[in-house]
Structure formats: C-alpha cells, structure tokens
C-alpha cells in the first residue's frame, strides 16, 4: 500500500517547509541569472515574495492563512528599537518566524564590520525568538571570501 505524501499537519513544520523550498528557489534563480541583486533591499523584497508565493500554496483549509510581512517592529533589543527583515505566520495556528537577511558583496568592503553586523543581526534574532517568534532563520548572500572562512583572529578583530 502506498503511503500519502500530504502537507505535515504541524504549521511549524509547514513554515519550515515553505522557508527552504523559497530559499532553494531565490537561490537558483540568483546563482541561473534571473535575478540580480547589487543590495539587501531587492533581496529581501524578493525572497519575501517567494516566502509569500510558496507559503500561499500551504494553505489546506478554508480558513488557513499564511502572512509575510517585512520590517516588523520587536521590542527594544539592548536598548535599541530593532525591525525583523521578514516575518511570516500561519496567525490562526498562532505559529511564526523571523528572518534576518544579509547581502554583502566584495565589492562593499568592511568586511570586519560586515561580519559584526551580521552577528548582531543573529543576536537579534535569537531574542526576538525568545519573545514573540516559535523560530527564526538567517539567510545570506554573499561573494566575499572573509565572510565564509573562519576568522583566525576572531570575530570583527583588526
């Protein structure tokens, strides 16, 4: 007998579906050529609409919804307002997730202040996700070798 292969009843795990199948899709389409991004702003514009496209067709019941939103606003983060790149929920199911972006090129440089950024872009993440969010992903894009190897002097040292 053959088993069903359906949707995983767990919203959590549908939003955990939905975030790589997009991921895989911005990513081909980027690495194929159909899209160039040069800044963070068309990235995350565009993986929203992927998230929101693929997220759509997660939706089994008549009253499933599933939302993106970009730049949501969390509470102060060590004294800062801090705003989420992306969010998405099934809001019924009360079941969410954050994602940060990162798009940094060769070209932009600063790679020790590039890297800080992104760690603090995790740090956020990761408190958001303790108060407001069931998880949080990190996606990033880059062409700059500094950002992928292991730093030997530690962390956005000089």
């Given at each position: 007998m053959?088993?069903?292969?359906?949707?995983?009843?767990?919203?959590?795990?549908?939003?955990?579906?939905?975030?790589?199948a997009s991921w895989r899709v911005l990513k081909t389409r980027f690495i194929e050529g159909r899209h160039e991004f040069l800044k963070e702003a068309p990235f995350q514009h565009y993986?929203?609409?992927?998230?929101?496209?693929?997220?759509?067709?997660?939706?089994?019941?008549?009253?499933?919804?599933?939302?993106v939103d970009l730049e949501t606003k969390v509470a102060q983060i060590k004294g800062k307002t801090k705003y989420i790149d992306i969010t998405c929920s099934f809001?019924?199911?009360?079941?969410?997730c954050a994602i940060e972006l990162k798009f940094k090129t060769a070209k932009q440089g600063a790679q020790d202040h590039g890297r800080i950024d992104a760690f603090i872009d995790i740090e956020a993440l990761e408190i958001a996700c303790q108060r407001n969010?069931?998880?949080?992903?990190?996606?990033?894009?880059?062409?700059?070798?500094?950002y992928i190897n292991q730093s030997k002097r530690g962390v956005g040292t000089f």
């Amino acid at each position: 007998m053959k088993t069903k292969n359906l949707l995983p009843t767990c919203y959590s795990q549908r939003i955990d579906e939905i975030l790589n199948a997009s991921w895989r899709v911005l990513k081909t389409r980027f690495i194929e050529g159909r899209h160039e991004f040069l800044k963070e702003a068309p990235f995350q514009h565009y993986f929203a609409h992927i998230i929101s496209t693929i997220g759509e067709t997660y939706c089994t019941q008549r009253d499933d919804i599933f939302l993106v939103d970009l730049e949501t606003k969390v509470a102060q983060i060590k004294g800062k307002t801090k705003y989420i790149d992306i969010t998405c929920s099934f809001p019924k199911q009360e079941t969410s997730c954050a994602i940060e972006l990162k798009f940094k090129t060769a070209k932009q440089g600063a790679q020790d202040h590039g890297r800080i950024d992104a760690f603090i872009d995790i740090e956020a993440l990761e408190i958001a996700c303790q108060r407001n969010y069931d998880f949080g992903r990190f996606f990033m894009i880059t062409d700059s070798t500094p950002y992928i190897n292991q730093s030997k002097r530690g962390v956005g040292t000089f």
